[in-house]
């Protein structure tokens, strides 16, 4: 008998197919099985753990600057806690705790940050001296040693080892995992997977895919006609020879001054690092077979990395190197996960690209099997969410160079505000050039090029991020103050805009939303679009250019999640149309108290107040263009949002510029944006507000229509509405202080929420934060905000700290 006929054969279907054998698919189908799914069937194209799995370094940590992929982890920890008990497969698990140095006063700045986000997430983390932080790792020298932060319910465990249990308990509850089969083809029909073809072993019917084959996932996605951003890049370690005396139960280490990390191994150490040269990994396609292989080890790449870890543990030296391992491993567009469903097949998920899958796997294979069960885990993941790539993050042009950018930068500081280098200028706006010629320093959103502010003569001309006051405050409070006293101009073509018709647009965007859309044409709506829970998926304007269309305006970043989500809860008979517009207008954003004069000058309209009132929408030519104007905005003055084909915004920009002269008309950029919101209160979606949050505790129940009718979460809203647990709210802080958002907020010494955005007001000269607290405090005051480990009295404001009764905005 041959090897394949002794294998057992495929089913003929099954309700789930999971496709990669590491950790996080066999912990998918361990949470699937749990939940109570038992038709699973994994494919794994060799055997487990055979893809990066096996040769992972195994470290386990939670903090992450997210508050929900950190809870995420924790759930990891707590799996990781009881699995070898639950199955009776060891897993080598050591909840040993971890160390972070830390060798600049920028560093210490950092890791008083981490350290407050950790208190307010709820993870015991400790900020200790040198001295401590060597008691607990003997083996590292204090050279240079400021502070370390710990945290003790981090650890290590065995990759290969946890990802059988997974597989155990998997399969003892009632899901089928295949070896040896490998993946060559998915059948699409229409916008869902039918069925999934393995080599030599036949075919297998299917209602749902779940794309977990790590550094295989692009080619996966590319099967079923989904564009994945995951790829693989060279990682090394290398491995010590047997240390005298080794000290037992050390945790692990990391020093991100020197690049490296550290964990325990055996008789020796494992010490890897982040060096700013590795190299990409099957750029043109994974070699075939490539099964349970490392790559040759780079002795003259790492040599930078060993130099640093010399000095910080000199015992590696007498130890000497055992092994060095060059491995390929799972990485992404933007260094984060790929997870969720995704925008082009409704029956296809996706879990890949973990940098630290191992940290992440038991807590990321229990949010995915609840998004295939219950429709969305139960933790917002918008950071990890594969709907937050655009087109040309899945390109090779922009993945491998901006990866290996990310690589390098993984342990270096990234004060608040840092840009990317690599693959910039991949979306101009017909501005552009305009712009930089007039001293725009861009940014990048969404693959946009966008002004983050202008540069002014005797004043900085590139950026200079920084943990205190950044280079370019005095510049943005220039244009802030010129946008609250006279008038400027923003370039918001990155704005993602669609068009939404039909026979059936009214009743469908009426069951989405949570406001009446159901008003005349030229009415421009702020609306929620909310999930059966009441929480905020979506939070854009839509306005009404007709009876059966909508022009629906949305951030830079969320046009493919928002498009989706109203694509996926409306009639899929043709009724319905989307079509993207982002690519066809440019937007020019026109505010400030002068802002109807410089208008005036160069529209062939009536423009005043009676004619054109605010909310409203209408087209009007402005010099020789063919304008859709919204008098809406996000900085709370006077203005419009100009809406134009892309071949006429040079014309008027250049139009508006001359007219508004005589008004001291100025560009601004996009920091400037965020000043002047967090004055006016205004939320921004994925921080402020997202899917766990609703609209009564974010303070935009006055947006909410009970009474129009049926709509998606309206039972939830109706049940929340008089049980509200926590709220929204703006503080200002009395003193110098540099928030940027994750911050703890303190009421009487006790931790009892957390920043969600921050700012400084340059109209009422203070630092802005909202976050949300209590309910019960609502109404309370001596709350403080603990900023890099300092508490800096806070004072909680009832509404918008600027122009609360929103007079200007209306003028």
């Given at each position: 008998?041959?090897e394949l006929s002794?294998?057992?054969?495929?089913?003929?279907?099954?309700?789930?197919?999971?496709?990669?054998?590491?950790i996080?698919?066999?912990?998918i189908?361990?949470?699937?099985?749990?939940?109570?799914?038992?038709?699973?069937v994994?494919?794994?194209?060799?055997?487990?753990?055979?893809?990066?799995?096996?040769?992972?370094?195994?470290?386990?940590?939670?903090?992450?600057?997210?508050?929900?992929?950190?809870r995420?982890?924790?759930?990891?920890?707590?799996?990781?806690?009881?699995?070898?008990?639950?199955?009776?497969?060891?897993?080598?698990?050591?909840?040993?705790?971890?160390?972070?140095?830390?060798?600049?006063p920028e560093?210490?700045?950092?890791?008083?940050?981490?350290?407050?986000m950790?208190?307010?997430f709820?993870?015991?983390?400790?900020?200790?001296?040198?001295?401590?932080?060597?008691?607990m790792f003997?083996?590292?020298s204090t050279?240079?040693?400021?502070?370390?932060a710990f945290?003790?319910?981090?650890?290590h465990?065995?990759?290969?080892?946890?990802?059988?249990?997974?597989a155990k308990g998997?399969?003892?509850r009632?899901?089928h995992?295949?070896?040896?089969?490998?993946v060559?083809s998915?059948t699409?029909?229409?916008?869902?997977?039918?069925?999934?073809t393995?080599?030599?072993?036949g075919a297998?019917?299917?209602?749902?895919?779940?794309?977990?084959a790590?550094?295989?996932?692009?080619?996966?996605?590319?099967m079923?006609?989904?564009?994945?951003?995951?790829?693989?890049?060279?990682h090394?370690?290398l491995l010590?020879?047997?240390i005298d005396?080794?000290?037992r139960?050390?945790?692990?280490?990391?020093d991100?001054?020197h690049?490296?990390?550290y964990?325990?191994?055996?008789?020796g150490?494992?010490?890897?690092?982040?060096?700013?040269d590795?190299?990409?990994?099957?750029e043109g396609g994974?070699?075939?077979?490539?099964?349970r292989?490392l790559?040759?080890?780079?002795?003259?790449?790492?040599?930078?990395l060993?130099?640093?870890?010399?000095?910080?543990?000199?015992?590696?030296?007498?130890?000497?190197?055992?092994?060095?391992?060059n491995?390929?491993?799972?990485?992404?567009?933007?260094?984060?996960?790929?997870?969720?469903?995704?925008?082009?097949?409704?029956?296809?998920?996706v879990a890949?690209?973990?940098l630290?899958?191992?940290?992440?796997?038991?807590?990321?294979g229990?949010?995915m099997?609840?998004?295939?069960v219950?429709?969305?885990?139960?933790?917002?993941?918008?950071?990890?969410?594969?709907r937050?790539?655009?087109?040309?993050?899945?390109?090779r042009?922009?993945?491998?160079?901006?990866?290996v950018?990310?690589?390098?930068?993984?342990?270096?500081?990234?004060?608040?505000g840092?840009?990317?280098?690599?693959?910039?200028g991949?979306r101009?706006?017909?501005?552009?050039e305009?712009?930089?010629?007039?001293?725009?320093?861009?940014?990048?959103?969404?693959?946009?090029?966008?002004?983050?502010?202008?540069?002014?003569?005797g004043g900085?001309?590139?950026?200079?991020?920084?943990?205190?006051r950044?280079n370019?405050?005095?510049?943005?409070?220039?244009?802030?103050?010129?946008?609250?006293?006279?008038?400027a101009?923003?370039?918001?073509?990155?704005?993602?805009?669609?068009e939404v018709s039909?026979?059936?647009?009214?009743?469908?965007?009426q069951?989405?939303?949570?406001?009446n859309?159901?008003?005349?044409?030229?009415?421009?709506?702020?609306?929620?679009l909310?999930?059966e829970?009441?929480g905020i998926?979506?939070?854009?304007?839509?306005?009404?250019?007709a009876?059966?269309?909508?022009?629906?305006?949305?951030?830079?970043?969320?046009?493919?999640?928002?498009?989706?989500w109203?694509?996926?809860?409306?009639?899929?008979?043709g009724?319905?149309?989307?079509?993207?517009?982002?690519?066809?207008?440019?937007v020019?954003?026109?505010?400030?108290?002068?802002?109807?004069d410089?208008?005036a000058?160069?529209?062939?309209?009536?423009v005043?107040?009676?004619?054109?009132?605010?909310?409203?929408?209408?087209?009007i030519?402005i010099?020789?263009?063919?304008?859709?104007?919204?008098?809406?905005?996000?900085?709370?003055?006077?203005g419009?949002?100009?809406?134009?084909?892309?071949?006429?915004?040079?014309?008027?920009?250049?139009?508006l510029?001359?007219?508004?002269?005589?008004?001291?008309?100025v560009?601004?950029?996009?920091?400037?944006i965020?000043t002047?919101?967090?004055?006016?209160g205004?939320?921004?979606?994925?921080?402020?507000?997202?899917?766990d949050?609703?609209?009564?505790?974010?303070?935009?129940?006055?947006?909410?229509?009970?009474?129009?009718?049926?709509?998606?979460?309206?039972?939830?809203?109706?049940a929340?509405?008089?049980?509200?647990?926590?709220?929204l709210?703006?503080?200002?802080?009395?003193?110098?202080?540099?928030?940027v958002?994750?911050?703890?907020?303190?009421?009487?010494?006790?931790?009892?929420?957390f920043?969600?955005s921050?700012n400084?007001?340059?109209?009422i000269?203070?630092?802005i934060?909202?976050?949300?607290i209590?309910?019960?405090?609502a109404?309370?005051?001596?709350?403080?905000?603990?900023?890099?480990?300092?508490?800096?009295?806070?004072?909680?404001?009832?509404?918008?700290?600027?122009?609360?009764?929103?007079?200007?905005?209306?003028a």
């Amino acid at each position: 008998m041959n090897e394949l006929s002794s294998r057992p054969p495929l089913p003929e279907r099954a309700r789930i197919v999971v496709i990669g054998g590491g950790i996080l698919g066999c912990s998918i189908a361990y949470h699937l099985a749990a939940l109570g799914e038992t038709d699973v069937v994994l494919l794994e194209r060799f055997e487990l753990t055979d893809g990066a799995t096996w040769h992972a370094a195994g470290l386990v940590g939670q903090l992450r600057s997210s508050r929900n992929v950190t809870r995420m982890l924790e759930h990891s920890v707590a799996l990781y806690d009881r699995l070898e008990a639950e199955t009776g497969q060891a897993v080598d698990w050591h909840k040993v705790g971890s160390l972070r140095l830390a060798c600049s006063p920028e560093r210490v700045l950092e890791l008083k940050r981490l350290t407050t986000m950790a208190k307010s997430f709820g993870l015991p983390m400790d900020i200790i001296g040198a001295d401590e932080a060597q008691r607990m790792f003997p083996l590292m020298s204090t050279e240079g040693v400021l502070a370390a932060a710990f945290l003790p319910t981090d650890g290590h465990i065995d990759p290969a080892s946890v990802t059988q249990a997974l597989a155990k308990g998997a399969r003892q509850r009632g899901a089928h995992i295949f070896e040896h089969a490998e993946v060559t083809s998915i059948t699409v029909d229409g916008r869902r997977i039918t069925q999934v073809t393995t080599r030599d072993r036949g075919a297998i019917e299917c209602e749902i895919v779940v794309n977990a084959a790590g550094m295989w996932g692009l080619e996966i996605g590319a099967m079923a006609g989904a564009r994945v951003p995951a790829i693989a890049l060279e990682h090394q370690y290398l491995l010590t020879g047997p240390i005298d005396d080794m000290p037992r139960g050390m945790p692990t280490m990391r020093d991100p001054d020197h690049l490296v990390y550290y964990k325990p191994d055996g008789p020796g150490l494992l010490v890897g690092g982040y060096e700013p040269d590795t190299l990409p990994f099957g750029e043109g396609g994974i070699p075939s077979p490539f099964r349970r292989e490392l790559l040759d080890p780079n002795f003259d790449r790492f040599e930078q990395l060993a130099a640093l870890a010399t000095i910080r543990t000199p015992v590696i030296e007498r130890a000497g190197i055992r092994t060095l391992v060059n491995g390929p491993i799972p990485y992404s567009a933007d260094a984060d996960f790929v997870m969720g469903r995704t925008p082009e097949i409704d029956n296809f998920f996706v879990a890949t690209g973990f940098l630290y899958g191992i940290a992440a796997g038991g807590g990321a294979g229990r949010m995915m099997a609840e998004w295939i069960v219950d429709g969305r885990p139960s933790l917002d993941l918008w950071p990890l969410d594969v709907r937050r790539f655009s087109f040309h993050h899945t390109t090779r042009h922009f993945m491998y160079p901006r990866a290996v950018e990310l690589y390098g930068h993984h342990y270096k500081l990234a004060p608040p505000g840092s840009e990317h280098a690599t693959a910039r200028g991949v979306r101009r706006s017909p501005l552009h050039e305009p712009l930089r010629s007039a001293g725009a320093v861009f940014g990048s959103r969404g693959g946009w090029e966008r002004p983050n502010w202008f540069a002014t003569a005797g004043g900085p001309t590139q950026e200079a991020p920084s943990f205190g006051r950044p280079n370019w405050f005095e510049t943005v409070g220039t244009e802030h103050r010129a946008v609250r006293e006279r008038v400027a101009l923003f370039d918001q073509t990155s704005f993602s805009k669609f068009e939404v018709s039909g026979a059936g647009a009214l009743d469908a965007l009426q069951r989405l939303a949570v406001t009446n859309l159901d008003k005349s044409v030229g009415s421009v709506i702020y609306t929620q679009l909310c999930n059966e829970l009441g929480g905020i998926e979506c939070d854009l304007t839509m306005t009404r250019l007709a009876s059966d269309r909508w022009y629906v305006v949305t951030g830079s970043a969320f046009g493919a999640h928002d498009i989706g989500w109203i694509r996926s809860n409306s009639p899929d008979d043709g009724t319905v149309v989307i079509q993207d517009f982002t690519s066809a207008r440019a937007v020019i954003n026109l505010c400030g108290p002068r802002a109807r004069d410089v208008l005036a000058q160069v529209c062939e309209d009536d423009v005043s107040n009676a004619a054109f009132r605010y909310a409203r929408a209408r087209v009007i030519t402005i010099a020789s263009a063919p304008v859709l104007a919204l008098r809406i905005g996000y900085v709370g003055e006077l203005g419009w949002e100009l809406h134009i084909p892309t071949e006429y915004a040079a014309h008027v920009y250049e139009q508006l510029w001359h007219a508004g002269q005589s008004a001291g008309i100025v560009n601004a950029g996009y920091r400037t944006i965020d000043t002047l919101r967090m004055e006016k209160g205004y939320v921004y979606w994925s921080t402020d507000v997202t899917p766990d949050t609703n609209p009564w505790e974010a303070g935009l129940g006055w947006r909410v229509d009970l009474d129009k009718g049926d709509f998606i979460g309206r039972d939830a809203l109706v049940a929340h509405q008089n049980e509200v647990v926590r709220r929204l709210t703006t503080f200002t802080i009395d003193d110098e202080a540099w928030p940027v958002g994750g911050e703890a907020i303190l009421h009487d010494g006790n931790v009892v929420g957390f920043t969600t955005s921050a700012n400084y007001g340059h109209t009422i000269g203070a630092p802005i934060v909202m976050g949300y607290i209590p309910a019960a405090l609502a109404d309370a005051q001596d709350f403080a905000i603990e900023v890099y480990g300092d508490a800096h009295a806070a004072v909680r404001h009832s509404g918008a700290v600027y122009d609360a009764t929103n007079e200007r905005l209306r003028a």
